[in-house]
């Protein structure tokens, strides 16, 4: 059903899934049966900050309403981490509001994500990402088009490993033969969310053991804790990180403080890094 002149709802394997954009060199990697998604415009210039600071200014400019609440959250780490990278084209699966990918230099920038208020302020905040509302179960894609895929705490919100292996199978299959992912989570079975989820809530948010188990038979994977400290020592961290100047070597300093193999137990959160195991 065409709408105006740039949306079009289209349907695959009985899913619904809504497109924005205005790009076509986007069209290339769509699968044969999928179609058209909308467009907003916004600027950003948020100077010479360190890393931290560059993200948190971005926050203020949107407002504080998607705010991951947290300044030593396990995303700061992954836009640390794709940064600078130089790939092609990226996916961002459950993009949110699109502020990971905002920070990514790649020539095209790929969100999917269910929430339609969600896509509608990642299109604010990134006015050339191509936007899809989709489920990460049914990707719209070819085969082997992606050399990067971020999983940002998107498959822990699916209720089952029924869902979530369907959901690999489909990142599997897009990713190109060298590709590498970015899967992130929180850790609620940490101490730290001890007052704020019951214990059963705990148990039944996925772990990275059990994200470990549906990814090993076709990755390598490499898995750390993030932030093991408590909110005190942390607070005094964010003072000071609020008044240091740019360096990245500060930056990396303070990453490796919070990340680690041995954080695994007690971190709030984790990433993995995943790339295909060669066939040969």
């Known amino acids: 059903i065409i709408w105006n002149d740039f949306t079009v709802f289209f ?3 009985s899913k619904f899934f809504q497109r924005i954009t205005n790009n076509d060199n986007f069209y290339s990697i769509l699968s044969d049966n999928s179609n058209k998604i909308s467009l907003f415009n916004k600027d950003h ?5 360190l890393l931290f600071k560059k993200i948190m200014k971005v926050w203020e400019e949107i407002g504080m309403g998607y705010f991951w609440g947290d300044l030593f959250d396990v995303r700061f780490f992954v836009i640390n981490l794709i940064k600078n990278d130089n ?40 006015p050339d ?6 489920d990460i179960r049914f990707l719209p894609f070819k085969n082997n088009v992606f050399p990067k895929i971020l999983s ?4 822990s919100s699916m209720s089952t490993p029924e869902q979530r292996k369907i959901a690999v199978s489909e990142i599997n299959r897009v990713l190109n033969e060298k590709g590498e992912i970015i899967a992130s989570a929180a850790n609620l079975r940490s101490k730290h969310y001890s007052k704020k989820f019951t214990l059963s809530e705990r ?50 300093l303070i990453f490796k403080t919070l990340k680690s193999e041995k954080f695994l137990k007690n971190g709030r959160g984790f990433f993995m890094i995943l790339k295909k195991k060669s066939e040969h």
């Not at 940002?152 to 498959?155: A, G, K, R």
């Open 129 to 134: 990402m191509e936007l899809i509302r989709g």
């Open 203 to 252: 148990l039944g948010y996925v772990n990275y053991k059990e994200l470990v188990e549906v990814f090993k038979n076709e990755f390598n994977i490499r898995v750390e804790g993030f932030n093991p400290y408590p909110k005190w020592l942390t607070g005094v961290l964010r003072r000071i990180i609020m008044k240091l100047s740019e360096n990245e070597k500060k930056d990396e």
């Open 45 to 49: 210039n948020y100077g010479i900050y």
């Open 11 to 13: 349907i695959i394997d």
């Open 87 to 126: 790939v092609e084209k990226i996916l961002d699966l459950g993009c949110g509001i699109g502020m990971i990918s905002h920070f990514s230099n790649s020539k095209l920038k790929i969100g999917l994500e269910l929430q339609e208020k969600s896509i509608k302020n990642a299109k604010k905040l990134n």
């Open 152 to 155: 940002i705490h998107s498959l």
